[in-house]
Nanobody, 125 residues
Framework: DVQLQASGGGSVQVGGTLRLSCAAS????????LGWFRQAPGKERERISC????????DYANSVKGRFTMSVDNAKNIMYLQMNSLKPEDTAVYYC??????????????????WGQGTQVTVSS
């Protein structure tokens, strides 16, 4: 049974940092597409970063490029999202996701089968 547990959200001021974690159980990361998404009130779920099994490149949304860093610890089966220089527009519920069928693409939320429960990130000015 694939399970994901996200943690690390919180409230910070503009320019602050947070590191989100997503612990996986029931599967190992190898061969899975992995992604971080977020959803702000009234908005659609947005892809933040993802990695597909077809290559080792991590793809980032333009809105977070240069500020957020996704990493994967295969030994611990945990993936991370380091968030620096946070802005008020980063306020959202953040989700981790995984899917064992995706191979080439990783950016579409609708294609992911497994999701963490979400963790709230609030950035205040």
């Amino acid at each position: 049974d694939v399970q994901l547990q996200a943690s690390g959200g919180g409230s910070v001021q503009v320019g602050g940092t947070l590191r989100l974690s997503c612990a996986a159980s029931g599967f190992t990361f190898g061969g899975f597409a992995l992604g971080w998404f977020r959803q702000a009130p009234g908005k659609e779920r947005e892809r933040i970063s993802c990695i597909s099994p077809s290559n080792d490149n991590i793809d980032y949304a333009n809105s977070v490029k240069g500020r957020f860093t996704m990493s994967v610890d295969n030994a611990k089966n945990i993936m991370y999202l380091q968030m620096n220089s946070l802005k008020p527009e980063d306020t959202a519920v953040y989700y981790c996701a995984a899917d064992g069928e995706l191979y080439w693409a990783c950016s579409l939320a609708d294609e992911y089968a497994s999701w963490g429960q979400g963790t709230q990130v609030t950035v205040s000015s």
